[in-house]
């Protein structure tokens, strides 16, 4: 009669004879190989402030892990329910900086979990598809760059003066705020130059009544 020791030690031998070392070599050395290829994408469309080898390198080890755990859960029942009990208590807190981290951090995961299930040719098709769709659009400049110009001026004069020379230097001009008190005017506007130039900004400030001129970069996801 078996006992229940038996039957699990029975079931364990089982799985351990169906662990295959070659599959498991060829699965990581495709995770590592798609990872390296997420990382090189990664770094080549980074578009943001400071960028990060942290996160880059958290992307290949995201494929890697990915992969060994569908390996593990796929070859057999007890272990999968197991580590999906395991992984509910898991909180992660990481702070996403950029919108588009969210994406890598996504295509590390599916593709872990794609070569993890066996499925390595849709892995690699489907790896290379959305990296060449990102390298393709990420650094096409679709419209100019917007700025935002504060003027600091002294008077009503010196702010007829300056916005004349703006208007005239740049393609567009929008006034976003106004402020008036005992000190000046103080002016805030998004602006779109026309060629990249920013030497009307010296202009500005060479103006008799402006105090300062100041050109900020505006993404749209901050306000200066």
Known sequence: ?????DIFKSGFLESVTEFSLVDTLVG?????????????VYKKTFAGVMYSTGFA???IGLALV???????????????????GALSIVRFRAAIKEPMEIVYLFWSIAAGIVIGAGMIPLAVLGSGMIGCILLLFSNRKIHENPYILILDCGDERAEDSAMAIAREAVARLSVKSKTVNAAGIELTMEIRMKDGETAFVNRLNAVDGVNSATLVSYNGEYMA
Do not use: D
Not at 1 to 5: D, G, H, P
Not at 74 to 83: C, P, W
């Open 1 to 5: 009669m078996n006992t229940f020791q």
């Open 28 to 40: 990581m050395a495709f995770a590592v190989a798609i990872g390296l290829f997420i990382f090189v």
């Open 57 to 59: 390198m958290t992307l």
């Open 66 to 84: 990915t992969a060994l755990v569908i390996m593990a859960v796929t070859s057999n029942v007890v272990l999968s329910l197991g580590m999906v």
